[in-house]
């Protein structure tokens, strides 16, 4: 697609998952790609595959402002302004269960990184925005939060529903900027990393990974290919004039 090469892109929870597919095919489309996680052997490695020159590793948590601001800082150093921000990183950190099983401290954990990062991402990366006259914002939420399903994930589909919301807000705020502000949506994709290990999270996203396909119109587990297709299309200029939109990526789960 046109208007991908050139670009610099920054993206949270680069450096394995979904955001090292996102890094590596981006990169191959031309984008300077600023892959950012808090895995920093991860994160230089995923920076090394997608070649030298088209992307650097930046360690940060997303979770802290003064990390966010600096990160911003060094990559606008080092990459030049940022034209896309993809706030990918987050996660759900405890195996599903119950609300009432919650800590506090594992609710704040969950909104931090998935709520509050792209938060404070936004917010950084606004001033050199609003300097170049344009930008895109790529948020990511999850289907999960148009379904409420599957039970036992309350805190991770809140942070998600959360997501959404400030995708909205931003995209009228910022409109006026020329700045565009979007969310993808996927399914549930378990990667490699996951089917390697046996603990009880693994085994109960497992379950929800046979609900989810069997729900779905097309009943196949989603892959990181069926993803970064649209997040290239957002990254693009073919998508300049979409902004407020959640587009979700989930084989037809929620297509009602």
Not at 75 to 85: A, E, H, R
Not at 123 to 149: C, E
Not at 210 to 222: M, T, Y
Request: hydrophobic fraction near 45%.
């Amino acid at each position: 697609m046109e208007g991908v090469a050139g670009k610099v892109v920054a993206i949270t929870g680069a450096a394995g998952g979904l955001g090292r597919a996102y890094a590596l095919h981006l990169a191959g489309r031309g984008a300077k790609v600023a892959v950012i996680d808090v895995d920093e052997v991860a994160g230089h490695a995923t920076a090394a595959e997608a070649g030298e020159g088209r992307a650097k590793f930046f360690l940060c948590d997303v979770s802290d402002q003064s990390a966010v601001h600096k990160t911003v800082e060094a990559i606008t150093s080092s990459l030049g302004p940022i034209d896309v921000m993809i706030n990918n990183a987050g996660g759900t950190f405890r195996a599903p269960g119950p609300m009432e099983s919650f800590t506090l401290e594992q609710w704040n954990r969950i909104i931090a990184v998935n709520l509050t990062g792209p938060w404070l991402f936004c917010q950084a990366v606004l001033p050199g925005m609003k300097k170049k006259g344009r930008g895109k914002i790529i948020n990511v939420s999850s289907t999960t939060f148009s379904t409420g399903i599957p039970v036992g994930l309350s805190a991770y589909i809140t942070s998600k529903g959360g997501v959404v919301a400030l995708t909205r807000a931003l995209a009228r705020e910022w409109g006026p900027l020329n700045i565009t502000v979007n969310a993808i949506a996927p399914s549930l994709v378990l990667m490699d990393k996951l089917e390697k290990r046996d603990d009880a999270t693994t085994a109960a996203l497992r379950k929800i990974n046979d609900l989810v396909v069997g729900q779905q119109s097309l009943p196949r587990p989603e892959t990181p290919a069926d993803l970064v297709g649209t997040v290239e299309f957002l990254v693009s200029d073919a998508s300049n004039f979409i902004t407020g939109q959640v587009l979700n990526v989930d084989g037809g789960w929620t297509h009602v």
